[in-house]
């Protein structure tokens, strides 16, 4: 395993992760031709969706070999609308390449994937890609790391050799030599000459400096007054790499093939093998204290389900991470989540679309299995004899929602059927019935992601499917603190049952979702068994749920039992249930509830002379600016808050009042009060 490198390939999109990772491929000598992605030609890119539309929708799979090593790299989507597809894959990498357009640094969506690698304490390296395009400035992009990073410290390990057009290749500060690429038809050739030029020194020292901050022996050769030679300040990036306190900042172009096999040999020295991680943690089934299970083949089973795909063929895969043990064709596996069986009929090596079978899997590799109907995004496979949960990949609740309908009714049971298997894959997609209407609604988390769905539709499953406008999905809070009390009283078969529950309603802070307490003088109360007190959390939780305005869910309350009425014999724990719903109901009720609509962060890039243009329709559009920012090259930059649903159709008429010169991103921040 010492010699497995998980990763994951990340940036913002439009960056050129999909380009590179193309490069990379083709370098490694994985495949014989170049796919471009303008061309829809790329490899990881198999959906005919991502083709045509030039984007990657769903996170894609593959594995190459470089120097020795094994590398199981996932390429996955920059646009805010496949989030989840980031979220699950961080989630089960060691480590990661975060790719930055070199013209723009750090934009919205490379900030969000940046955040989510913190989330799951993934350490990266940085690439500044794009170094040729006019604007690029690898300082700027620096700069741009620190100031929205600055828990990280952040050093480039290259210096530029000419800047845009004239970018002719870096100097290496941790070898000490310049390397220049003189083929640019052919990322592999290139050209290496010893020693650094004066700025490229100064770029070295600077470089020890940081590392100084975060490593003990840079810190003990810069007090010596000593230079780091090449292997000792290579251990040291490693080091500091692996402790997520470092990120090495390289620099190339991926669509030129300029650094592409420096990258895959930073990959291969500064990220973790998954010997180098801390071993997975979960919980026994049931309860009780965190366990940790070492990263063995010979150990007993531990892999976890982080995606499901339908693939081209429409079969159910099944992609693991297998942290612990081996894995065989039939064999049975343990869904210590679900606590049931299931057997493994294939294991897949994969290679976007493309699958090699193989007869076993073991501890750090990557794969897709067929056979498992019922395990879900997030599950943990276990040996049966020694069960094991990992903490779940965390969800992401749908923000907007959209009618959906087929030309005849004998199309609505396949509609639904194929609804469901989409919704197997995407944690984020919902779709049901309208109580009201008795239409179909789907739901998720933007308009290109219902649009994407609805194309599947029509294309995948051969539905001829029309939507409606899109509407966001609202919740619901309180803004000051209520209390309330209800009895349940009734007489069942000449049976007495009984009870009372007293709650108090209160705000939260937004995003902090619902808390479920009990009172002190309540939880010690003897007869509180841990059923009655699951049940008043369960009736809480769904009172909730129904809201107390309009039906939509409450958020950012804190709700907590503050009495209870016992009587022996009459009082029964479903009673309990009953009756925390109701109080709930009634003492949200009370609390001056309001309605809470979806907020997204948008960053506008608009040349100087559309400024005003782009501020006043933001306005329009009640749009509240933040920052404006230069960006150089006669651009400005507007960060702006505005609600969601003031931001449909905002992309065509940005078009139009900029002639097309304008560019825009907007992803879900919060849910807030209604303006």
Request: proline share 6%; net charge negative; hydrophobic share 45%.
């Amino acid at each position: 395993m010492r010699a497995i490198r998980n990763l994951g390939i990340m940036a913002h999109i439009d960056a050129g992760k999909t380009t590179l990772t193309e490069r990379l491929l083709f370098v490694a000598g994985r495949t014989h031709r170049m796919g471009e992605v303008h061309e829809g030609q790329a490899v990881m890119d198999w959906m005919a969706l991502e083709k045509e539309r030039g984007i990657t929708i769903t996170s894609a799979v593959t594995s190459l070999a470089w120097r020795g090593q094994e590398l199981h790299l996932v390429d996955t989507p920059g646009h805010v609308d496949f989030t989840i597809e980031v979220e699950r894959s961080l989630r089960v990498l060691d480590g990661a390449v975060a790719v930055f357009d070199a013209a723009h640094g750090v934009e919205p969506q490379g900030e969000a994937v940046w955040r989510q690698a913190d989330r799951y304490r993934v350490p990266r390296i940085a690439f500044a890609n794009k170094m040729d395009r006019v604007g690029a400035d690898l300082g700027a992009t620096l700069a741009s790391l620190r100031r929205h990073f600055p828990g990280h410290a952040v050093a480039a390990v290259h210096h530029p050799i000419g800047a845009e057009a004239a970018f002719a290749g870096f100097e290496d500060l941790v070898a000490r030599r310049a390397v220049r690429f003189d083929d640019p038809g052919d990322p592999r050739a290139f050209a290496a000459t010893p020693g650094l030029s004066p700025a490229g020194e100064a770029a070295r020292r600077a470089l020890l400096e940081t590392l100084a901050d975060v490593d003990d022996a840079a810190l003990a050769a810069a007090l010596d007054g000593r230079d780091l030679p090449e292997a000792e300040l290579r251990a040291a990036v490693r080091r500091a790499t692996l402790s997520g306190r470092f990120t090495p900042l390289l620099c190339g172009s991926a669509l030129h093939n300029k650094g592409i096999p420096q990258l895959l040999d930073a990959v291969c020295d500064w990220l973790p093998s998954p010997l180098d991680v801390a071993p997975p943690a979960g919980a026994a089934p049931g309860g009780g204290p965190p366990v940790t299970r070492a990263a063995e083949e010979e150990g007993p089973l531990l892999a976890l389900a982080f995606k499901v795909s339908l693939l081209d063929e429409k079969r159910r895969h099944v992609f693991l991470r297998i942290y612990a043990g081996r894995l065989a064709e039939g064999e049975e596996v343990w869904n210590a989540s679900r606590g049931r069986a299931e057997r493994v009929s294939r294991i897949l090596l994969m290679h976007a679309a493309q699958k090699t079978r193989v007869p076993a899997a073991a501890a750090g590799q990557i794969v897709a299995v067929m056979g498992l109907k019922e395990t879900r995004t997030g599950d943990t496979l276990s040996d049966r004899a020694h069960p094991m949960v990992l903490e779940p990949i965390g969800g992401y609740e749908p923000v907007i929602s959209q009618s959906i309908e087929t030309a005849t009714l004998a199309e609505r049971e396949p509609l639904q059927e194929a609804l469901a298997r989409i919704a197997d894959e995407d944690p984020t997609f919902r779709s049901g019935e309208d109580r009201d209407t008795g239409q179909l609604v789907i739901s998720g988390m933007g308009e290109l992601h219902l649009e994407v769905v609805a194309e599947r539709l029509r294309r995948e499953f051969g539905l001829a499917v029309r939507t409606g406008r899109p509407q966001v999905l609202l919740r619901e809070t309180v803004t000051a603190p209520a209390v309330a009390e209800s009895t349940f009283e009734r007489k069942l078969e000449e049976e007495e049952i009984f009870a009372q529950v007293a709650v108090r309603v209160a705000p939260l802070p937004r995003g902090a979702g619902l808390r479920f307490a009990l009172a002190p003088e309540v939880a010690a109360r003897p007869f509180l068994r841990e059923e009655v007190r699951r049940l008043l959390e369960e009736g809480a939780r769904e009172a909730a749920e129904g809201g107390a305005l309009e039906g939509h869910p409450l958020q950012d309350l804190e709700v907590t039992v503050t009495g209870l009425a016992w009587r022996e014999g009459a009082s029964k724990p479903f009673a309990y249930k009953v009756a925390a719903a109701d109080a709930v109901r009634r003492a949200a009720a009370r609390a001056a509830p309001v309605l809470l609509e979806p907020v997204a962060r948008v960053e506008v890039v608009a040349p100087t002379e559309r400024l005003g243009e782009v501020i006043g329709s933001l306005d329009r559009r009640r749009g509240a600016v933040l920052d404006v920012a230069d960006r150089g090259a006669g651009a400005k930059v507007v960060s702006a808050e505005a609600p969601l649903r003031a931001l449909f159709g905002y992309a065509t008429e940005l078009r139009s009042l900029s002639q097309g010169r304008a560019q825009f991103t907007m992803r879900f921040d919060r849910f807030d009060a209604a303006r």
